[in-house]
Every structure is written in structure tokens, then in C-alpha cells.
């Protein structure tokens, strides 16, 4: 063997920086009343925003579609033939998207992996907010075009990039986050698209935090903004509000062709189990059918983010589910994590780098099936141990 001893130092250096990861162990369903290191409790830092990891009718069609179609597909889809069951499900979420065509891909991550470096190479240009997802931000490492940054969700600033360098580039992409992950922000699409339109530049919005959570229905941040059949690419995830796994490109019948022909990480991994795809589509029944996930989700959101703002959290930017208490020093938000942990609430910090380093937090995804109770109990720990670490008076 090779002189490994790097391996373990490097995590020793993380570790010794507080930047290392580390497993809480989830011994039972991602639900509310979790149960984590052999302890019971509330869970407040899952992307399962409607509960649907966990609802019965995923768990019934996913049960389904493993004796119609087995366990696994056998391969790449485009190699060893497609299942039927996928095509349905991309013909479900196009109508759901109101687009002309999806393409389901593994991962949110590998779609934007796969496909924006094909999108873009040598002799163009992408433009991506700051604060973009480390997805977005490989797939622009894999691209051979050049880059930039404009400010945080800020069109005029986008307008000031595209100036400068967009008359010298063959193509320009403009890539951004529907909803911010860190900060649950929204990120203003009209401006974007309106400036971005004038220079002929693609818009491309990673929707993974919007999906099932913005716009009518759960559509998404672009539906919010009424901007269907505008942005040109839409793609995001359905590991998170959905409730399932993969993720999907959407937009018109020639976008889904160049990624079906040209995507690498689609044409060289395969394809989920069929269980997942029907899970996905009881999702988007269960969307469709039952809007008092997405209204109970928003109640809870707004009583949870105001009660905070009264005790006098910051909560930041925060407009959506995502909900940051930014406590500014990173071992501030390590310690208000570990004794809301002892209080029997799980949610996790995040620190540098992931966010500044005055910027610290612990974040808390609001989620639907919370009880109002629920809610009270969480907020109540909060408040009793931030004024014990001194955050709030
Ligand atoms: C979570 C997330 C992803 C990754 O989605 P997966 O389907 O889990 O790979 C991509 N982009 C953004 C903005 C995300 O928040």
C-alpha cells in the first residue's frame, strides 16, 4: 500500500478547525418525531419540507413498481432501452412544469454537472451569482468557457458583467439559484431575466429549494414569478420537497434532446430504480390533489420565522422555509446546535466555509408535518438557551 497517512491527517486538521463532518446516526424515518443517536427527537434540519419521505402513497407506488418492474433498471437508460415508467414520469412533470419537455437525470447535482459544460465552452461565458450551490459551481469548473461572478442577487450588478464581457463571447449563460440554500432567499428572476434578455443570454435556474415549495401548486420559483416558458432552463431535484431522489432538466423539446444526446453524466450512469420514479409521480399527484401540504408548510414558516424575529434571532434574508438563527461565531453555533440537541431539537450548524465567517449559523428547515406544538416546543428551546448563550436578552 501506498503511504496513506495524508488521509488521516487531513481530517485531523478539520477536525482540529471544527470543519469536519461528522454522523448523527437517523435510526428512524425522516419525520418530525425523529429518532437520532438513540435519542428522540424534533426534526427541524430536513429537506423533506411536505413530509412526503415518508407518506404512504410514495411508499405504496414505490412498492408497486418493484414487483411490476423490479429492484433495478439495468442500465443506462438511453443504452439498454428506457423504461416506460420514466417516460411517464417525464411527460408528468413536463405538464406539471408546464414545459414542453423534462428529462429525468440521476441527481440534481449530476444535472448540472452534465449539463452545463455543454451548454458552454471555449469562447463563451458564464455568469454565476456568488452565492450559487457547489453543483452549479462543478458544472462551471467543467466547462472550458469563461466565468464570472455578479453580487448576490443583484440584476444591476449582473447588467454591469454583462456589459463589460458579453459583446467579446460566442454564448452566454446566466446561472443562479431559485431558492438560496444557506440563506433562504429568493432569487429575483424577473430583473435577472429582463437584464439577461437584453444581452441574448440563457438564463438557468437550479430550482432545488423551490421545487414543491414556491409557486402555484409547488412549481417552483420560476412559476412564482410567472415566468414559464421564459427562462430557458429550468432544473432542479426531487431528494428534497419531493420526497423521493433524482433530478430533471426542463424546458423546450430541444433542450431535453442536446441533454439526452450530450450530457455526460447522464449518458454514463444509470438510470434509478423504477420505485423512484414512481414515488416522484405520487409526488406530483399528491401536489396536484392536496394543497394543505403547501399551505400548512407556509403557515408553519411564517408563525416559526416571526416568533424568532419577536425573541430577537436573526433570522437574515430568510423569505422561504429556510430558516437561519445567525449567531455570527462559528463556536457559537456549534454550541447553541449541541444544547438545542440535549434539548431534544436537531438542527445542525453551518459555518465557514460554507457561509462567512461572521456568518455562522444554525439553519432550521421549516417543514409541513410540524404541529403547532411541535413548533412551540422548538421555539421554546430556542429561546431558553439563547438567552443562556447570551444571543438573545
Ligand atoms: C440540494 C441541491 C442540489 C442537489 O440535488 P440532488 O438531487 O440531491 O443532487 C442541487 N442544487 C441545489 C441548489 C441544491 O440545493
Same mark, same amino acid.
Given at each position: 500500500?501506498?503511504? @496513506? ?25 425522516? &419525520? ?29 407506488? #414505490?412498492?408497486?413498481?418493484? $414487483?411490476?418492474?423490479?429492484?433495478? %433498471?439495468?442500465? =443506462? ?47 463563451? @461565458? ?26 448576490? #442577487?443583484?440584476?444591476?450588478? @449582473? ?12 454564448? =452566454? ?14 432569487? *429575483? ?15 438557468? =435556474?437550479? $430550482? ?15 412559476? !412564482?414569478?410567472?415566468?414559464? %416558458? ?13 420526497? #423521493? ?26 438510470? !434509478? *430504480? ?18 394543505? !401540504?403547501?399551505?400548512?408548510?407556509? $403557515?408553519?414558516? !411564517? ?29 457559537? #453555533? ?10 431534544? &431539537?436537531?438542527?445542525? *450548524? ?13 439553519? =432550521? ?8 406544538? $411541535? ?19
Amino acid at each position: 500500500m501506498a503511504d @496513506l497517512s495524508f488521509l488521516a491527517q487531513e481530517v485531523k486538521a478539520l477536525r482540529e478547525k471544527k470543519l469536519d463532518w461528522r454522523h448523527y446516526t437517523l435510526e428512524s424515518p425522516s &419525520v418530525p418525531h425523529a429518532q437520532v443517536n438513540g435519542k428522540n427527537v424534533l426534526m427541524l434540519c430536513s429537506n423533506n419540507y411536505l413530509g412526503f419521505a415518508n407518506h404512504p402513497k410514495l411508499k405504496a407506488a #414505490a412498492k408497486q413498481a418493484i $414487483d411490476q418492474y423490479g429492484a433495478g %433498471n439495468g442500465s =443506462v437508460p438511453a443504452i439498454a432501452g428506457t423504461m416506460d415508467l420514466m417516460l411517464t414520469l417525464e411527460e408528468k412533470l413536463a405538464k406539471f412544469k408546464r414545459s414542453e419537455a423534462a428529462l429525468v437525470t440521476q441527481t440534481g447535482f449530476a444535472a448540472n454537472a452534465g449539463l452545463i459544460p455543454q451548454l458552454v465552452g471555449k469562447g463563451d @461565458l458564464i455568469i454565476s451569482d456568488e452565492l450559487n450551490h457547489g453543483s452549479i459551481i462543478d458544472g462551471v469548473r467543467l466547462s472550458q468557457a469563461d466565468r464570472a461572478v455578479f453580487k448576490h #442577487a443583484d440584476a444591476t450588478d @449582473l447588467d454591469r458583467v454583462l456589459k463589460e464581457k458579453a459583446k467579446t463571447a460566442r454564448r =452566454v449563460l446566466v446561472c443562479t439559484d431559485g431558492v438560496f440554500s444557506m440563506d433562504g432567499d429568493v432569487a *429575483p428572476l424577473k430583473e435577472i431575466y429582463s437584464v439577461a434578455s437584453a444581452y441574448d443570454a440563457i438564463v438557468y =435556474v437550479d $430550482d432545488a429549494h423551490g421545487d414543491g415549495v414556491m409557486g402555484p401548486e409547488g412549481r417552483g420559483t420560476i412559476h !412564482h414569478y410567472h415566468l414559464e %416558458n421564459q427562462i430557458d432552463v429550468d432544473v432542479g431535484t426531487f431528494s428534497k420537497a419531493f420526497g #423521493a431522489f433524482g433530478g430533471y432538466v426542463s424546458g423546450i423539446h430541444a433542450l431535453k434532446e442536446f441533454t439526452f444526446n450530450k450530457s455526460r453524466t447522464w449518458l454514463l450512469s444509470a438510470g !434509478h *430504480p423504477p420505485s423512484v420514479w414512481a414515488s416522484v409521480m405520487a409526488s406530483i399527484e399528491l401536489l396536484e390533489s392536496e394543497p394543505q !401540504h403547501l399551505k400548512t408548510l407556509w $403557515d408553519n414558516t !411564517h408563525y416559526f420565522k416571526k416568533r424568532l424575529r419577536e425573541m430577537g434571532f436573526n433570522t437574515g434574508r430568510s423569505t422561504t422555509p429556510i430558516t437561519p438563527v445567525i449567531v455570527g461565531e462559528s463556536a457559537v #453555533a456549534h454550541h447553541l446546535s449541541q444544547r438545542l440537541f440535549q434539548e431534544g &431539537v436537531f438542527a445542525l *450548524p453551518i459555518v465557514f466555509p460554507m457561509v462567512a465567517r461572521d456568518q455562522a449559523r444554525v439553519r =432550521v428547515m421549516m417543514n409541513a408535518a410540524l404541529s403547532r406544538s $411541535d413548533l412551540d416546543f422548538a421555539l421554546n428551546a430556542f429561546e431558553n438557551i439563547g438567552k443562556e448563550l447570551q444571543i438573545v436578552s
